[in-house]
């Protein structure tokens, strides 16, 4: 994105982003408080409306004990034309015990009536009663008197006039009309009765055109299955008003932006353009200075600055001594870094651009005697018959570069004609400079000691010698050489000593972060395996306590000794801390690495170890080892939750009686099904052998007896790694009690490194 288009950007931010935020706390704002006044609107109705139905309920039982309390049916009859033509009920019916009609109101509502107390009738609601038993002076049933009010729908006009809602009466049977008295519009009654149905008790829930809806009932008390509703305040048109304002200020501001990006980055594109000018080599480039702000400085200072690098680009170019003393620095700043080929490269191109030769190369001594070839440049077709200029090899003494190299004496001159010495390139004139590491031997005392290398040139324009100007040069650089080489050196002997244990030689447990992250992306890139060794050798605190910590250091040192040599050359093998360790086997599944451990647990267990005692007396100490199996992917997605399940197996081999390995439970997968789904797999508890005859991580069973031999499985061949062959031939069952599976003995390195220590748990 151009500057233009970021200021843009960040100016539609600014502005833009606090008018989206006020419109939506508009929106919600107005929203909640809606919701919130239609709720309390519902909560009051539904008070109304128990009130309402309370007081009903209330003067039809009174109704009911005036006609009860009547002696005979006779006057009973009368009492209850009298309650009907006053209003107090629509109608009075009397039941004998035997629930029969004794007597009843013409042109009252069709039975059953809902009773005010009792549970729902089922079906439409008809009428509202409320039943007083009758009973003779002595208290002996006669039967029931019931009054009752029609449910119609001015009755649930009535309601709703209380309420000030919109009411409506529920048909509780099946059918797909519910409705039986309603006071809703026409338009918004579907709505209210599919909103109703997914409430219950006393929720609110809102129906999309902006109605809240509340059942009520029924429930003792109220018996009756209402739906109360009431439109939202909420105006129609806001959400429409605030799409548009926001819509509107989006314009305003991306015109605003625009026009304030164009006057603020047009001044910028042309300081640009200018740049780019100057970086092609046109140092005549300038930028108009259109104002006094900090642009306009910035401007004027590029301008002057224009002006003194053309002078200084003068001056450089007529003075070499000036252009030796910016090399010098740039060699001093190149011998900081640790990139010994690039640093090779620079010092050898800046050589050859200060002293003007066609042609160099850079040789350092090999451990055979051997000066070889470590950059060249502009030696195409001048080497030696089927050499490339980057394999030079010249054995030391032999020629002009190995007679430096031999007497740490510089030279320079012309070549005499005849055959070319062995390994040199073809040329006519020549200056050679030796180096030697800063400390080593010879390094001050120059012809005594060979030198760690060679810097050459060969050739000028003009067929002219090099002078001793160009060897003073030559010698600059060959010292900026010197310093790198050594610091290389030193470099990488920090690095091995921060990434190795110094007791075992072993990797340590910093360098074992990165490499098991290196190899768990290298497995899960390729499709491949890691398997995982935790091992931890058993009851180590006793040899420590008994023999003393130099014999405990000895114990481990031979361990480490004895793990080198049962894996192959690409394993690693790290000490994690106290007397537990970790090996790491690429490409390596399950039984190749049980294959392993069954083989490292034969070489620690069948050998004891021999350690001095106290008082200097040689001592024979029996080791074991316990050891904890995890494969990626199998066990874990992750290289620190394979390393955790490895541990927890080294923990049920620990528990399963030392001196022997588990492997880890396998991670449960989930099974698909026919229709896509995923089914659960139910995996039953207890302990049960796994097809490939390994002993897996848990809690033990029965362990067997130390007479009785554990069941093994045959050997199998681990994975190649990178091509190499790594089969391991069976051999034979150790037959031991400790869990564990028949193994070989195969010699084979590991690959040694640091690993920051895990605090030992003393196992």
């Not at 209003?87 to 009536?113: H, N, S």
């Not at 090399?327 to 651009?353: E, F, K, P, W, Y």
């Not at 990626?632 to 923990?651: F, I, N, Q, R, W």
């Amino acid at each position: 994105m151009t500057l233009r288009g970021r200021l843009t950007a960040a100016f539609l931010t600014v502005v833009l982003g606090p008018v989206l935020l006020g419109a939506v706390f508009v929106g919600t704002t107005l929203s909640t408080v809606d919701r919130s006044r239609s709720v309390e609107r519902l909560g009051l109705a539904a008070s109304a409306v128990r009130t309402s139905i309370d007081a009903l309920c209330q003067q039809l039982r009174a109704a009911a004990d005036a006609v009860a309390l009547r002696p005979d049916p006779a006057t009973r009859a009368g009492a209850a034309g009298q309650v009907v033509s006053r209003g107090l009920a629509a109608a009075v019916l009397v039941t004998d015990v035997t629930g029969g009609t004794t007597y009843a109101t013409p042109g009252g509502p069709v039975t059953p009536w809902q009773d005010c107390a009792g549970a729902p009738t089922g079906g439409p609601v008809r009428a509202l009663s409320a039943r007083v038993d009758l009973r003779d002076p002595a208290g002996t049933p006669l039967g029931a008197v019931a009054a009752a009010e029609v449910v119609d729908p001015a009755f649930v006009a009535r309601l709703a006039a209380a309420t000030g809602v919109a009411v409506t009466l529920l048909d509780d049977t099946a059918g797909p009309d519910r409705i039986t008295h309603t006071t809703e519009g026409r338009r918004v009654r579907e709505a209210v009765l599919a909103a109703a149905g997914t409430v219950d008790g006393d929720r609110v829930t809102a129906t999309p055109d902006g109605r809240y809806v509340r059942r009520l009932g029924p429930v003792p008390g109220q018996p009756l299955p209402l739906v109360l509703s009431v439109a939202g305040e909420r105006p129609s048109g806001l959400p429409v008003a605030l799409v548009g304002a926001v819509l509107l200020a989006a314009a305003l501001a991306v015109l605003t932006a625009w026009r304030l990006a164009r006057v603020t980055t047009r001044p910028l594109v042309e300081l640009a353009g200018a740049v780019d000018r100057v970086a092609r080599g046109d140092l005549t480039a300038r930028v108009p200075v259109r104002s006094r702000d900090e642009i306009g400085r910035l401007a004027a200072a590029f301008n002057r600055m224009i002006r003194e690098t053309a002078g200084y680009v003068t001056a450089l170019t007529s003075s070499r001594d000036q252009l030796r003393g910016h090399l010098g620095v740039l060699g001093d700043t190149l011998a900081s870094t640790h990139d010994l080929q690039r640093i090779l490269r620079v010092i050898l191109h800046s050589a050859i651009a200060a002293t003007g030769a066609r042609a160099g190369a850079v040789l350092l001594l090999d451990d055979a005697g051997v000066l070889v070839g470590q950059c060249a440049e502009g030696l195409a077709g001048r080497c030696p018959a089927g050499t490339e200029p980057e394999e030079l090899r010249v054995p030391l003494g032999t020629g002009t570069v190995g007679l430096v190299a031999a007497t740490g004496e510089p030279q320079r001159g012309r070549v005499v004609p005849g055959p070319t010495p062995t390994g040199e390139p073809w040329c006519e004139t020549y200056v050679a400079v030796p180096f030697t590491a800063p400390g080593a031997p010879g390094a001050d005392a120059p012809g005594r000691d060979p030198a760690v290398g060679v810097l050459v040139l060969y050739d000028r324009p003009g067929a002219g010698e090099f002078d001793d100007d160009d060897l003073a040069t030559l010698r600059t650089f060959a010292g900026h050489a010197a310093v790198a080489v050594e610091n290389v050196r030193v470099h990488e002997e920090a690095q091995r000593l921060s990434l190795t244990d110094p007791l075992t030689g072993l990797w340590n447990y910093r360098y074992l972060r990165e490499s098991l992250r290196r190899e768990v992306e290298r497995a899960s890139r390729f499709g491949r395996m890691l398997s995982i060794l935790v091992l931890d050798l058993d009851r180590f605190k006793t040899v420590n306590d008994s023999y003393g910590h130099a014999a405990g250091d000895a114990v481990l040192a031979e361990f480490a000794r004895r793990v080198r040599g049962e894996i192959r050359e690409v394993d690693l093998a790290f000490r994690q801390g106290g007397e537990e360790f970790v090996v790491l086997l690429p490409e390596t599944d399950a039984p190749g690495a049980a294959t392993v451990a069954e083989r490292l647990g034969a070489a620690v267990r069948d050998t004891p170890v021999v350690v001095a005692g106290h008082a200097g007396v040689p001592t024979t100490i029996a080791v074991s080892v316990s050891i904890g199996i995890a494969v990626y992917p199998d066990h874990a997605s992750t290289g620190a939750e394979v390393l955790d399940a490895a541990d927890e197996a080294l923990y049920a081999a620990k528990g399963a009686g030392r001196d022997g390995y588990r492997v880890a439970t396998a991670r449960p997968r989930p099974t698909p099904v026919a229709d896509g789904a995923v089914e659960e797999i139910v995996v039953p508890a207890g302990a049960t052998s796994p097809a490939d005859g390994l002993p897996r991580a848990g809690p033990p069973t029965d362990p067997p007896s130390i007479d009785e031999p554990s069941a093994h499985r045959p050997p199998t061949d681990r994975a190649p790694v990178d091509g190499l062959p790594t089969g391991l031939p069976a051999d034979e069952s150790t037959g031991r009690h400790a869990v564990g599976a028949p193994g070989v003995t195969q010699p084979g390195g590991a690959s040694c490194g640091p690993h920051p220590p895990r605090q030992s748990r003393g196992r």
